[in-house]
T-cell receptor
Framework: KNQVEQSPQSLIILEGKNCTLQCNYTVSPFSNLRWYKQDTGRGPVSLTI?????NTKSNGRYTATLDADTKQSSLHITASQLSDSASYIC?????????????FGTGTQLKVEL | GAVVSQHPSRVICKSGTSVKIECRSL??????MFWYRQFPKKSLMLMATSNEGSKATYEQGVEKDKFLINHASLTLSTLTVTSAHPEDSSFYIC??????????FGSGTRLTVV
């Protein structure tokens, strides 16, 4: 069964600090992995996308890594800001020939405090 | 870019009435759109795949007659919650895929049935 597990479930950090969110997946066949940011009451917004051959991808203060061998990904947030408070969702896409199928992680709820 | 607009963002309706939610791809054509439901602090659950010009494909456990989906054009899909009840209260999100941009999500609709 395809699964995406994220850790931690929730995290509180002080403004300006860095943090790393984890994503482990058992999705097969693997097509790509995306990290999304979802503000409360809003739809998810894409941060990064990585395919099998990519190890790292940056988007401003967000840096995602992918280890396709161990089926793990991480999202590193540098110099956190209050506006980073949101849910971060890891989504893995598989393509079985019948079309793309997305498997969503349950998300990590990040809160950045003063 | 790839922009998906969802309307309304919030709706409150009386039990027994129907509510229509619109999802539009603003700057691209989408032959396929997706409808999700999200409960508080939970991940997105795929309800159905909306196919332009043909019937939607529903996920197991999703009532076709309660959640009517129409994809009459390449830029518009609608989800109608018929005879809504309080248990239908939830956050509904649509998404569409555009080439290398991948999946773009709408901003979501908060439905409250009273």
């Amino acid at each position: 069964k395809n699964q995406v597990e994220q850790s931690p479930q929730s995290l509180i950090i002080l403004e300006g600090k860095n943090c790393t969110l984890q994503c482990n997946y058992t999705v097969s066949p693997f097509s790509n992995l995306r990290w999304y940011k979802q503000d409360t009451g809003r739809g998810p917004v894409s941060l990064t996308i990585m395919t099998f051959s990519e190890n790292t991808k940056s988007n401003g203060r967000y840096t995602a890594t992918l280890d396709a061998d161990t089926k793990q990904s991480s999202l590193h947030i540098t110099a956190s800001q209050l506006s980073d408070s949101a849910s971060y969702i890891c989504v893995v896409t598989s393509n079985t020939g019948g079309g793309n199928k997305l498997t969503f992680g349950t998300g990590t709820q990040l809160k950045v405090e003063l | 870019g790839a922009v998906v607009s969802q309307h309304p963002s919030r709706v409150i309706c009386k039990s027994g009435t129907s509510v229509k939610i619109e999802c539009r791809s603003l700057d691209f054509q989408a032959t396929t759109m997706f409808w999700y439901r999200q409960f508080p602090k939970k991940s997105l659950m795929l309800m159905a795949t909306s196919n332009e010009g043909s019937k939607a494909t529903y996920e197991q456990g999703v009532e076709k007659d309660k959640f009517l989906i129409n994809h009459a054009s390449l830029t518009l899909s609608t989800l109608t919650v018929t005879s809504a009840h309080p248990e239908d209260s939830s956050f509904y999100i649509c998404s569409a895929m555009r080439d290398t941009y991948g999946y773009t999500f709408g901003s979501g609709t908060r439905l409250t049935v009273v």
